[in-house]
């Protein structure tokens, strides 16, 4: 489904990417982690090409993200995006915010987008909160809502860029929960996230970034049940986030 050839990439003298490659399959569930810094967000953001590269390539359901011909809002408006601070329109009702991409991207009636965006609204559990501004829901009700809006869009992947990072703890588990859920269903979905509970629940891979390079690419079995084969940076790393 995504398929990341040699990526490298700049910020001006800064090389923030360099030849990173690796794929996610359909339905796979893959965990991105890696110290602060390391290039996470950037290579998510790549993906769908909310961010350029200047080498490499980038294939999400067999459409090339670096090609000058390819139609990158039709490719973004069919991954989804979830972010560590939800950007859900404040001045907007959930219902609108559910819908306002639906109808503009896709061009889908008001009417069939309510229906899309309520149901998937109900499916994160918060039908009831329609009517709602973002304002007055709490962290973790708003980054169900902007989970239902990405789903609101059919997307064929999804990818999260630490959602649960600015929340408060006791509404971690909310957003896992939905996620392990969407993970559950079959979703294609790639995570930048430190929470290695999720990870053994249901990824598939674990990736693991360090100063712009993808140090660990492997099965979750390898990577959390047989830690001496792993790199001493990686091994580094666990053993910081893993000692609470
Ligand atoms: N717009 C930008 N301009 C210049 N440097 C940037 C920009 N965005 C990120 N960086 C730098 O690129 C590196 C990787 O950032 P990022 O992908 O956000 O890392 P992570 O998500 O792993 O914390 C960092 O050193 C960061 O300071
Ligand atoms: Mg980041």
Known sequence: MIEINKISKWYGDFQVLTDCST??????VVVVCGPSGSGKSTLIKCVNALEPFQQGDIIVDGI??????TNLPKLRSRVGMVF?????FPHLSITE???LAQMKVMGRS???ASQKGLAYLDRVGLKAHAHKFPGQLSGGQQQRVAIARALSMDPI???FDEPTSALDP???NEV?????ELAQEGMTMMCVTHEMGFARRVANRVIFMDKGQIVEDCAKEAFFGNVEARSERAQQFLSKILQH
């Open 23 to 28: 794929r996610i399959n359909k339905g796979e």
């Open 170 to 172: 006791e509404m971690v």
């Open 110 to 112: 008001k009417e069939e």
């Open 64 to 69: 090339s993200v670096a090609d000058p011909k």
């Open 97 to 99: 915010n559910l819908t």
């Open 176 to 180: 896992l929960d939905v996620m392990v």
């Open 84 to 88: 560590q601070h939800f950007e859900l």
């Open 157 to 159: 992947a999804m990818l």
